[in-house]
C-alpha cells in the first residue's frame, strides 16, 4: 500500500513564495513518475508538473518559470517551488505519484489529500 504526506501549503502575499513536498512510502514499491496537479472547484483537474526518476520534468505551459519541480529518489520525495505567487494560483495542489511493485510492470496512479494553496494580500 502507498501512501502520501503532503506538507507546505498555506496562505502567502502576491509575489512570495512557497514550497510543497510529498513524501511517497510503500514496501516493495517503485515511483516511476512523481508530480502535481492543482484544481479549481467546478474545473479539472490540471497538470502543475511531473518529473520522473531520470529526473526527466515536464510543466503546464502557463507556470513554466514560475514553478520548478525536483525529487529525491533516495526520500521518495517531490517537491514543488513556487515562485512569483499570484492570486490565481490560489487553488488545491494535489500530489500525484504512479508506480509500480517491484518485478511488476502494471502502472498505478496515486493521488495525495491535497494542499490549499491561497495567494491574497
Known amino acids: 500500500q502507498v501512501q502520501l504526506a503532503e506538507s507546505g501549503g498555506g496562505l502567502v502575499q502576491p509575489g512570495e513564495s512557497l514550497r510543497l513536498s510529498c513524501a511517497a512510502a510503500?514496501?516493495?514499491?517503485?515511483?516511476?513518475?512523481m508530480g502535481w496537479y492543482r484544481q479549481v472547484p467546478g474545473k479539472e483537474r490540471e497538470l502543475v508538473a511531473d518529473?520522473?526518476?531520470?529526473?526527466?520534468?515536464n510543466y503546464a505551459d502557463s507556470l513554466k518559470g514560475r514553478f520548478t519541480s525536483s525529487r529525491d529518489n533516495a526520500k521518495n520525495t517531490v517537491y514543488l517551488q513556487m515562485n512569483s505567487l499570484k492570486p490565481e494560483d490560489t487553488v488545491v495542489y494535489y500530489c500525484?505519484?504512479?508506480?509500480?511493485?517491484?518485478?511488476?510492470?502494471?502502472?498505478?496512479?496515486?493521488w495525495g489529500q491535497g494542499n490549499q494553496v491561497t495567494v491574497s494580500s
Open positions: 500525484w505519484v504512479q508506480y509500480r511493485r517491484t518485478l511488476e510492470l502494471r502502472s498505478t496512479n496515486c
Open positions: 510503500g514496501t516493495g514499491i517503485i515511483f516511476t513518475s
Open positions: 518529473i520522473t526518476m531520470g529526473m526527466m520534468t
